[in-house]
């Protein structure tokens, strides 16, 4: 007799291309994955075809600001100033309470998207560290089904903010995983470098991972990036530092980055680019001509740079949008970098599931022999069609578990003499 697992997952395609794999779990991890695999699951899962990936993984969030949004008014101008100001005036009201309820249903959202590892900034410059007690709190709630990773954001500038050295420091003793900087937002460039000079060492010191906000301007001369690498270098930090959001490289001067490109590659340093806030934040003092304000991530992808795209943002005080949807995030990345090419647009899918998984440090992460079996079934057949259709989740799956399920997106037609159902695939 065939021997017995705990779940089969019957004809589904992978991101690499393979068609008609079977994959068997057992005890929360993959076992098997193969064609016509000769197994028994107690349960059995038929994907009909569809792609089973492993989670989407949102390299940079703010959770401790998600579904704040019209708290206390909405941002008028959609500006990033005017979020600025707004996230100033919420600040003193926040209570622990609404942080930790607003996160965690942020996080059912992010289940049913699929997404299941966060990496979530959480700004340190509140005296009280309120946001930090909640997210802690947070991450061990949801610790069964979603990996939280927390960054010590030091928002207001850790050498501008009286504060910001201390507080950032006691977040790290309280159990915050990562460390965070604004380089570009302290008082001088010379500040700026001093203090990713500060979080370098203070991460090296630690055994930390760095993961600072990183030049997220449009001046061309804001190259922060190029003393994070040099740090990372010098301290030998290689693979464990992420400069995110880049955006003044999109203004940079071509000859310039031609050097900066290879000395972050050198330096092992991943870049994290938020195609939604960069496209709608950046180039706002421009009038026409206007810049889109994102990295250059398909440079930085040909020079071997290890690349995500986050959300940022999703109802907050700076972005009125969102829903905790990777693949939307994708779409505004691969339109935004013109990564239309077919190896471009796989790279996109990438850039939203294995890149940041490695940035993150996931173990076990992949859909493979020895993998934990946190697995997504999409309503679509390939990698490009779930960015094309953001495809519904049909089934979320954490160490071989069922925790969300959505129903294939298809509408009914009522048209004589055409099909009564129409699902958005391409079918000849
Ligand atoms: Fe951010």
Known sequence: MDATVDTVIRNASLVDGQRGVDVAIMAGRITAVGPALPLRGAAEID?????????????????????????????????????????????????????????????????????????????????????????????????????????????????????????????????????????????????????????????????????????????????????????????????????????????????????????????????????LINITLQGRHDSYPKRRGMTRVPEMLAAGIEVAFGHDCVLDPWYSLGSGDMLEVAHMGLHVAQMTGQQAMHACYQAVTSNPARILGLSDYGVAPGCHADLVLLDAPDPVTAIRLRAARRMVMRRGKVIASAPRAVSQLHLEGRPAEADFRLRR
């Open 47 to 275: 994907a009909g075809g569809d792609l089973l990936s492993a989670p989407f993984v949102d390299a940079h969030f703010h959770m401790d600001a998600t579904l704040s949004y019209g708290l206390p008014r909405v941002n008028g101008s959609g500006t990033l100033l005017e979020g600025i100001a707004l996230w100033a005036e919420l600040k003193p009201q926040l209570t622990q309470q609404a942080l930790i309820e607003r996160a965690l249903q942020y996080c059912d959202w992010a289940v049913a998207r699929g997404l299941l590892a966060i990496r979530s900034h959480v700004d340190v410059c509140d005296d009280r560290l309120l946001a930090v007690e909640a997210l802690l709190e947070v991450r061990r709630q949801v610790a069964p089904y979603l990996d939280l990773q927390l960054v010590a954001f030091p928002q207001d500038g850790l050498l501008r903010s009286p504060t910001a050295l201390a507080n950032l420091q006691r977040a790290l003793a309280m159990g915050v995983d990562v460390v965070g900087g604004i380089p570009h937002f302290e008082r001088t460039m010379a500040d700026g470098a001093d203090s990713v000079r500060i979080l370098c060492e203070l991460a090296a010191e630690r055994g930390l991972m760095v993961d600072m906000h990183c030049d997220e301007s449009d001046d061309p001369l804001s190259r922060h990036i190029e003393t994070l690498a040099y740090e990372t270098q010098r301290l030998g930090l290689q693979g464990r530092v992420a400069g995110s959001h880049l955006t003044s490289m999109h203004s940079m001067d071509n000859y310039y980055v031609s050097k900066l490109l290879p000395l972050i590659r050198e330096a092992g340093v991943a870049a994290i680019a938020n195609p």
